[in-house]
């Protein structure tokens, strides 16, 4: 195994159950939760962890163990232990690397406290928030082809998205009918409000949007696990004021699991230039936004260990520079294969190739062009950026403490202020 045993004593010293646990109460030596592990619906607080020996026991479903390596392989429903390194890498293990690198990307401020490494993996969801997210998956499916949603089918078509890729991914309406859904089923409507799929006046916050969901491989079986949505008319939805909304809880890559299928992998901000790349026969995954969470990077590291990343994105400077952050906090080891691909100027995004006529052609022409970043001469590149910014940030220092040390004070005779009249 890679992980070296100092790792592995990191994480049992740095990792605690108290970390898993919802609102939890000191007891005497103990500190007293619900059960966070999957298949237990715990409504009072029936799991115990002992803060000392740090040894935890769940008095109603009987779980227990002597740590948080054994905590976290139940917390994630894996098996014990064949996911022993699994469970250690998603707790913030590294493999048999050197010490760490703490250089910033160039032009990023304020975030010098911040390892590049992250502490822990983007947490997937128990069970019994798995069984809200598929009753929602099937359900907002499934009405993007009822006749009464034909506006919102007509827009996820106008995009430019294939039948078969609106059907193959799930692609679907929210119409506010979760809430019912769920009592039908017999699931209990906390879950979802604690996902943030129902408000709290029991309506979808999700109404009145397109929805896309993410799906990964837990134990075996493909499973829902983030949800995302986005406003696609005017009055459809009750909050306009961000046209995209997320379930609560850790971010997470879309298109993961699907994406190790292939050798190579291409890289987008947007879930719609997924699905464009997707259309022209490759594999993507999508960031949501340029400023991914750490477990996002993590998980898209362990990914670039033994595939080929295309960055893909707009050839401006905000979309490039975004792309270069991107590379440096991924901070990839010199053996890694990372490209960089720019598409014309009056593109755009990659989902703005969807429905032209000669899109397919423009990916292909952007895809060929990609240039290889020499990820060891970028590394130094980041490490001499990253030195010049802290001597720059050592040298304003300075002056200011000179500056600020200099003034003698200026005494003119005659105006002498008499303090003691105040
Ligand atoms: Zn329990």
Redesign the pocket.
């Given at each position: 195994m890679l992980i070296p045993q100092s790792e592995i004593d990191r994480i049992k010293r740095e990792v605690s159950v108290e970390q898993f646990l919802v609102n939890p109460k000191r007891q005497g030596g103990f500190l007293v939760a619900r059960?966070p592990?999957p298949g237990?619906d715990?409504k009072t607080p029936?799991?115990r962890f002992n803060l000392a020996e740090g040894w935890w026991k769940?008095m109603?479903?009987?779980?227990g163990g002597g740590g948080i390596l054994k905590f976290a392989c139940a917390y994630w429903g894996l098996s014990w232990p064949r996911d022993f390194p699994l469970v250690l890498e998603r707790l913030g293990a590294r493999r048999g690397e050197p010490a760490e690198h703490r250089y910033l990307p160039p032009g990023i401020k304020g975030t010098a406290a911040t390892p590049t490494r992250p502490k822990t993996w983007p947490r997937l969801p128990d069970r019994a928030a798995i069984a809200v997210y598929r009753v929602a998956a099937e359900m907002w499916a499934t009405n993007l082809w009822r006749p009464t949603n034909r506006d919102a089918l007509a827009y996820v078509r106008g995009r430019g998205i294939p039948d078969a890729l609106i059907r193959s991914e799930w692609i679907g309406v929210s119409t506010d009918t979760l809430g019912a859904a769920l009592r039908e089923r017999g699931l209990s409507p906390e879950i979802a409000h604690g996902l943030g799929l129902l408000r709290w006046d029991g309506h979808e916050t999700f109404a009145g949007r397109i929805t896309f969901v993410e799906w990964r491989l837990v134990a075996g079986e493909w499973v829902p696990v983030w949800a995302t949505a986005r406003v696609y008319g005017d009055g459809a939805a009750w909050d306009e004021g961000r046209k995209y909304l997320n379930v609560r809880g850790d971010r997470l890559i879309v298109g993961l699991d699907h994406a190790r299928q292939g050798r190579e992998v291409v890289v987008v901000e947007g879930v719609v230039d997924r699905l464009a790349v997707l259309s022209f026969g490759d594999v993507a995954v999508s960031l949501g936004s340029n400023q991914p969470s750490p477990g996002m990077y993590a998980e898209l590291r362990a990914l670039a260990r033994t595939r080929r990343l295309i960055l893909f994105g707009d050839p401006d400077r905000a979309g490039r520079k975004g792309r270069l952050r991107t590379l440096a906090t991924l901070d990839l080891p010199p053996a890694a294969e990372a490209s960089v691909a720019d598409l014309p100027p009056m593109v755009g995004d990659p989902g703005a190739l969807l429905g032209r006529r000669d899109g397919a052609a423009i990916y292909r022409a952007a895809k060929e062009h990609a240039r290889r970043v020499d990820l060891a001469r970028f590394g130094r590149l980041v490490s001499i950026c990253h030195l010049s910014y802290e001597t720059r940030k050592a040298a304003i220092r300075a002056r200011t403490r000179m500056i600020t040390a200099a003034p003698p004070p200026v005494r003119r005779p005659g105006k002498e202020v008499d303090v003691m009249g105040d």
């Open positions: 059960c592990l237990h715990d029936s799991f769940c109603g479903c009987g779980r």
